[in-house]
């Protein structure tokens, strides 16, 4: 779609609608803003957020009885 078709439709626009026309167009900007500033993680950038506990790898006491 060309520049002039939307200024075209947006001229025949009432002034109200108008005024949302620009708050929407407003959104789409701040809404593509962002999107181009997400974080991509990269490998170890979650180094020291986790922790396992000591006995993470002994048997459970609820399977006893299969053992």
Avoid: C, H
Wanted: overall charge neutral; proline content about 6%.
């Amino acid at each position: 779609m060309s520049s002039l078709s939307i200024i075209t439709k947006l001229d025949s626009l009432p002034n109200n609608l108008k005024q949302e026309a620009a708050d929407f167009i407003d959104f789409l900007v701040e809404k593509s803003r962002t999107a181009k500033r997400k974080i991509k993680p990269q490998a170890g950038s979650a180094k020291g957020m986790i922790k396992m506990a000591p006995d993470f790898d002994e048997p459970l006491e609820e399977f006893k009885d299969y053992m």
